[in-house]
T-cell receptor, first 117, second 112 residues
């Protein structure tokens, strides 16, 4: 049973460029959440996708956007990269019981290390 | 504001010691609380998940407790080993939303 898969594992970009990160959720999971983790800090919530729509968004600018596909996989796009966007980007998948909001916790991928120079 | 706090930020113990990591949260209305382990530069590995209706969960040498009324959770690690050295993160999903909020973590070092 494959877990959460993220690609690429590492990425170096120049300020002002755009980047796309990808995530395939764990089998049986239908919800994908993206987090940004700066060095020495806890993960910060970017947004969550469910049924191909952004269901909730954290305190991140519109430069951060995403998409969820019919097979539940997801992409995170960041435009106009800044030096401060350098971080580990984590994807987490989960399954929520319809109508109750209850879930069974997150499963995380190994992350994408983004360096902006 | 919904927040999660972990104390201490760092901890160094000799091998074999039993230890407790603390997590506090600002709102008792939660769906669940999850403890994770993170090795340097790696993703998060789930250790234990406690649903709102539960008081504790156990897995091997790990035991996590939940006290919603006081807004606290503890992760107890028995007979610590050097392989337990990592950062331990507490994460809470509050009701009224879908996001899970993380603490900043406790960095644990177990000396051989």
């Amino acid at each position: 049973d494959a877990g959460v898969t993220q690609s690429p594992t590492h990425l170096i970009k120049t300020r002002g460029q755009q980047v796309t990160l990808r995530c395939s959720p764990k089998s049986g999971h239908d919800t994908v959440s993206w987090y940004q983790q700066a060095l020495g800090q806890g993960p910060q919530f970017i947004f969550q996708y469910y049924e191909e729509e952004e269901r909730q968004r954290g305190n991140f600018p519109d430069r951060f956007s995403g998409h969820q596909f019919p097979n539940y996989s997801s992409e995170l796009n960041v435009n106009a990269l800044l030096l401060g966007d350098s971080a580990l980007y984590l994807c987490a998948s989960s399954f929520m019981t319809p109508g109750t909001g209850a879930d069974y916790g997150y499963t995380f991928g190994s992350g994408t290390r983004l360096t902006v120079v | 504001k919904q927040e999660v706090t972990q104390i201490p930020a760092a901890l160094s113990v000799p091998e074999g010691e039993n230890l407790v990591l603390n997590c506090s949260f600002t709102d008792s209305a939660i769906y669940n609380l999850q403890w994770f382990r993170q090795d340097p530069g790696k993703g998060l590995t789930s250790l234990l998940l406690i649903q709102s209706s539960q008081r504790e969960q156990t897995s091997g040498r790990l035991n996590a407790s939940l006290d919603k009324s006081s807004g606290r959770s503890t992760l107890y690690i028995a007979a610590s080993q050097p392989g337990d050295s990592a950062t331990y993160l507490c994460a809470v999903r509050f009701t009224g939303g879908f996001k899970t909020i993380f603490g900043a973590g406790t960095r644990l070092f177990v000396k051989a």
